[in-house]
């Protein structure tokens, strides 16, 4: 252990950097719980996946934690109501989201009871069968909380199809600036290792591992105090490295073992789950409780009291952060306003957006920690290649993008990056690297999807030609069969007119 | 006499057997990248390139007098794909390509008479006689052949509006 066994890890996963993690002061500053605010703005899309359905209706009375949306399709997530209070719109509210764009969401009045509605728990999580543990995580409309958010149900009930061997607890959060997570371990370590275990029941797993990077011994300390009456969950220290956090290189550096380019960690027969979502099961599955909070990091030099407080789903940022003492007057302002961490986080263009499941930290910095400046050109320095933890050559994808050839750029392995920012941080000549390979990645988007329409417009225009043919034919045959029909109608007609033409002939032949 | 009909025979027929098979094996039918164009193209014959056509509009690419930018249903991601085929490379959209277009019906003036129902060749709008119609966005090629059609002018086309899943980040500005 020790030393030597830190060194072999370390020579695993090459690239990355070492940001200054400006965890400290707020990871040190107790947890705050906020009260639910007067309004509360619910989007109906906070995962990865299809948006759920609003099944309430304006006017309509909800509790806390009553489901008002139904999640769609195989990968989708349920929505439930943060407080109780009164449905007051459905519609389109401003996007948690770069482009500022709308989306819709559900917008409820806090009648500031905050009564919980009635809740199906379980006494003994590990008398349940894995499915139903799934089904329950699934109801309680539980994502994945590092920032991803995807629906935590479906890699719990083995939705993925491939047996699970190990379960990695992803406690690393090697975010710079973020702290929830080490506060959450600090602070509710019993709670999250309970979680941990019922992940363990429900994955059917050998054993977890709890990956915490070593600049967090206060956390260290209180997980391992925790797990101590359990022989199958271990913590593993892991050294201080962005990106340690990514699914693919913690996984690396807890088994050695790398998943395949385009591949997932199932098909090494590992699965991945951040330490707040071990928590949001616990609640889940032990009390029936659905997603309706989580913990987010308020930080930057701007902050008045940066902290980390348990904020209900659907506070509007500003509010977050009055609830913080809100902004310093001195530091110059506000020069960037982030929602996740500052390397992988979503810059927004205003605060009045609302916290959603996966958002983790909510960062207020000034113009010294974004440090900006002009940007000049690629001097070729190769800093980038280095960093890159998934060995890309990052200078070359952009020159690529740059000259508008993006499927060039795919070709030197624009999807397998992992918009981790390394290379940005590291650029001398501070280019925008990760806006390249963004903007690349949804021009290639943009094709494929263009691609796929035209495929469909093929299609249906086949169609209505051949649906017209039809027509045509079938109206012809309908001609022609009654076009027949009269002619033997009529040549049966004169048939029987020339019949009764003879006979009376006969008759009148006979007569006469 | 029977020596030189016999040869001249033999010969006719080994030539006329090698001619047979070149023709089976070497047989070219048309322009093979006209009929490949042609398939990728959206196929509904709207004439917005100014050809009779989507067949008229493939032997013009293929020929190199039109620009295999020059179908706005097919948007950009046809012209790439056409572009890449050719091995050409695409003239810079730029200011001038406003996205794709899609038709949309003002619901307070239709009055459902049906004719751009019969129009739109890949059934994308909705509706019966005297019921209010409606666009399938998805299944819209853009061809604008409703357009001319309605007598209350309530159909128009419209940019396809941007959604939260369809936003990307715009290419970063550089200098040097």
């Given at each position: 252990?020790?030393?030597?066994?830190r060194?072999?890890?370390?020579?695993?996963?090459s690239?990355?950097?070492?940001?200054?993690?400006?965890?400290r002061?707020?990871?040190?500053?107790?947890?705050?719980?906020?009260?639910?605010?007067?309004?509360?703005y619910?989007?109906?899309?906070?995962?990865?996946?299809?948006?759920?359905?609003?099944?309430?209706?304006?006017?309509?009375l909800?509790k806390?934690?009553?489901?008002?949306?139904?999640?769609?399709?195989?990968?989708?997530?349920?929505?439930?109501?943060?407080?109780?209070g009164?449905?007051?719109?459905?519609?389109d509210?401003?996007?948690?989201?770069?482009?500022?764009?709308?989306?819709?969401?559900?917008t409820?009045?806090?009648d500031?009871?905050?009564e919980?509605?009635?809740?199906?728990?379980?006494d003994?999580?590990?008398?349940?069968?894995?499915a139903?543990?799934?089904?329950?995580?699934?109801?309680?409309?539980?994502v994945?909380?590092?920032g991803?958010?995807?629906?935590?149900?479906?890699?719990?009930?083995?939705?993925?199809?491939?047996?699970?061997?190990?379960?990695?607890?992803?406690a690393?959060?090697?975010?710079?600036?973020?702290?929830?997570?080490?506060?959450?371990?600090?602070?509710?370590?019993?709670?999250?290792?309970?979680?941990i275990?019922?992940?363990?029941?429900?994955?059917?797993?050998?054993?977890?591992?709890?990956?915490?990077?070593d600049?967090?011994?206060?956390a260290?300390?209180?997980?391992?105090?925790?797990?101590?009456?359990?022989?199958r969950?271990?913590?593993?220290?892991?050294p201080?490295?962005?990106?340690?956090?990514s699914?693919?290189?913690?996984?690396?550096v807890?088994?050695?073992?790398e998943?395949?380019?385009?591949?997932?960690?199932?098909?090494?027969g590992?699965?991945?789950h951040?330490?707040?979502?071990?928590?949001?099961?616990?609640?889940?599955?032990?009390f029936?409780?659905?997603?309706?909070s989580?913990?987010?990091?308020?930080?930057?030099?701007?902050v008045?009291?940066?902290?980390?407080?348990?904020?209900?789903?659907?506070?509007?940022?500003?509010?977050?952060?009055?609830?913080?003492?809100?902004?310093?007057?001195?530091?110059?302002?506000?020069?960037?306003?982030?929602?996740?961490?500052?390397?992988?986080?979503?810059?927004?263009?205003?605060?009045?957006?609302?916290?959603?499941?996966?958002?983790?930290?909510?960062l207020?910095?000034?113009?010294?920690?974004?440090?900006?400046?002009?940007?000049g050109p690629?001097?070729?320095c190769?800093?980038c290649?280095?960093?890159?933890?998934?060995?890309?050559?990052?200078?070359?994808?952009?020159?690529?993008?740059?000259?508008g050839?993006?499927?060039?750029?795919?070709?030197?392995?624009?999807?397998?990056?992992?918009?981790?920012?390394?290379?940005?941080?590291?650029?001398?000549s501070?280019?925008?690297?990760?806006?390249?390979?963004?903007?690349?990645?949804?021009?290639?988007?943009?094709?494929a999807?263009?691609?796929?329409?035209?495929?469909?417009?093929?299609?249906?225009?086949?169609?209505?030609?051949?649906?017209?043919?039809?027509?045509?034919?079938?109206k012809?045959?309908?001609?022609?069969?009654?076009?027949a029909?009269s002619?033997?109608?009529a040549?049966?007609?004169?048939a029987?007119?020339?019949?009764?033409?003879?006979?009376?002939?006969?008759?009148?032949?006979?007569?006469? | 006499?029977?020596?030189a009909i016999?040869?001249?025979?033999?010969?006719?027929?080994?030539l006329?057997?090698?001619?047979?098979?070149?023709n089976?094996?070497f047989?070219?039918?048309?322009?093979p990248?006209?009929e490949?164009?042609?398939?990728?193209?959206?196929?509904?014959?709207?004439?917005?390139?100014?050809?009779?056509?989507?067949?008229?509009?493939?032997?013009?690419?293929?020929?190199?007098t039109?620009?295999?930018?020059?179908c706005?249903?097919?948007?950009?991601?046809?012209?790439?794909?056409?572009?890449?085929?050719?091995?050409?490379?695409?003239?810079?959209?730029?200011?001038?390509?406003?996205?794709p277009?899609?038709?949309?019906?003002?619901?307070?003036?239709c009055?459902?008479?049906?004719?751009?129902?019969?129009a739109?060749?890949?059934?994308?709008?909705?509706?019966?006689?005297k019921?209010?119609?409606?666009?399938?966005?998805d299944?819209?090629?853009?061809?604008?052949?409703?357009?001319?059609?309605?007598?209350?002018?309530?159909?128009?086309?419209q940019?396809v509006?941007i959604?939260?899943?369809?936003?990307?980040?715009?290419?970063?500005?550089?200098?040097?």
């Open positions: 252990m020790g030393i030597l066994d060194f072999l890890r370390a020579a695993h996963f690239g990355g950097v070492h940001p200054d993690d400006h965890k002061p707020a990871a040190d500053a107790p947890l705050r719980v906020m009260p639910p605010p007067a309004r509360v619910v989007p109906l899309v906070q995962h990865i996946g299809s948006p759920a359905r609003a099944v309430v209706a304006v006017g309509d909800v806390k934690g009553q489901r008002i949306g139904e999640p769609q399709g195989a990968v989708s997530a349920a929505i439930h109501a943060p407080t109780s009164r449905v007051v719109a459905i519609g509210i401003v996007a948690p989201h770069p482009s500022g764009l709308p989306v819709r969401g559900i409820i009045a806090s500031g009871r905050d919980w509605c009635e809740l199906e728990g379980c003994d999580p590990f008398a349940l069968d894995p139903e543990i799934g089904r329950r995580v699934a109801q309680a409309g539980v994945g909380l590092g991803a958010a995807f629906p935590s149900a479906v890699k719990l009930s083995g939705g993925l199809g491939a047996r699970v061997e190990l379960l990695i607890i992803n690393s959060e090697c975010e710079p600036f973020l702290s929830c997570d080490d506060r959450l371990m600090r602070d509710r370590a019993a709670e999250a290792v309970d979680g275990a019922i992940m363990l029941h429900a994955t059917g797993a050998r054993e977890a591992r709890i990956g915490i990077e600049n967090k011994p206060e260290i300390a209180a997980m391992r105090v925790a797990v101590a009456g359990q022989s969950i271990r913590v593993e220290v892991i201080t490295r962005y990106p340690m956090g699914e693919k290189h913690l996984i690396l807890l088994t050695g073992r998943v395949p380019a385009e591949g997932r960690p199932s098909d090494i590992v699965v991945v951040n330490v707040g979502t071990a928590m949001a099961v616990r609640n889940a599955v032990r029936g409780r659905p997603l309706v989580r913990l987010v990091t308020v930080n930057g030099a701007c008045r009291q940066p902290g980390n407080v348990e904020v209900p789903i659907g506070t509007l940022a500003g509010e977050v952060l009055a609830f913080c003492g809100g902004l310093r007057a001195d530091h110059g302002g506000p020069a960037r306003l982030l929602l996740g961490g500052p390397m992988t986080g979503m810059q927004v263009p205003t605060l009045e957006v609302p916290v959603i499941k996966g958002t983790g930290g909510i207020v910095l000034d113009a010294a920690e974004v440090g900006e400046g002009e940007g690629c001097i070729r190769g800093d290649m280095r960093a890159c933890p998934v060995g890309l050559l990052p200078l070359e994808i952009a020159a690529r993008v740059r000259a050839e993006v499927e060039k750029a795919a070709g030197f392995g624009l999807v397998d990056c992992i918009a981790c920012g390394c290379c940005a941080y590291v650029c001398p501070r280019i925008p690297l990760v806006q390249f390979f963004h903007h690349a990645k949804g021009e290639l988007a943009a094709r999807r263009g691609t796929q329409r035209n495929e469909t417009i093929r299609t249906l225009t086949r169609a209505k030609a051949e649906r017209l043919e039809r027509d045509e034919r079938d012809a045959e309908a001609l022609a069969r009654r076009t029909a002619l033997a109608a040549t049966e007609a004169a029987a007119v020339e019949k009764a033409a003879a006979r009376t002939n006969e008759e009148s032949g006979a007569c006469a | 006499m029977l020596a016999l040869s001249l025979t033999i010969l006719g027929a080994v006329g057997a090698v001619l047979g098979v070149a089976r094996f047989h070219v039918e048309g322009n990248l006209v490949e164009i042609e398939a990728l193209m959206p196929g509904s014959n709207c004439g917005q390139c100014g050809f009779p056509g989507c067949a008229g509009a493939a032997a013009a690419i293929a020929a190199g039109a620009s295999p930018a020059c706005p249903p097919g948007g950009r991601s046809l012209a790439v794909t056409i572009a890449q085929r050719m091995g050409v490379s695409l003239a810079p959209g730029g200011a001038d390509d406003p996205g277009l899609v038709a949309d019906i003002d619901e307070s003036i009055i459902g008479c049906t004719r751009c129902i019969r739109c060749p890949t059934d994308a709008i909705l509706g019966g006689p019921q209010i119609h409606n666009v399938l966005r299944a819209c090629s853009g061809c604008a052949q409703c357009i001319d059609q309605c007598p209350t002018e309530a159909m128009v086309m940019p509006p959604t939260l899943q369809q936003w990307f980040w715009p290419k970063p500005a550089l200098q040097g």
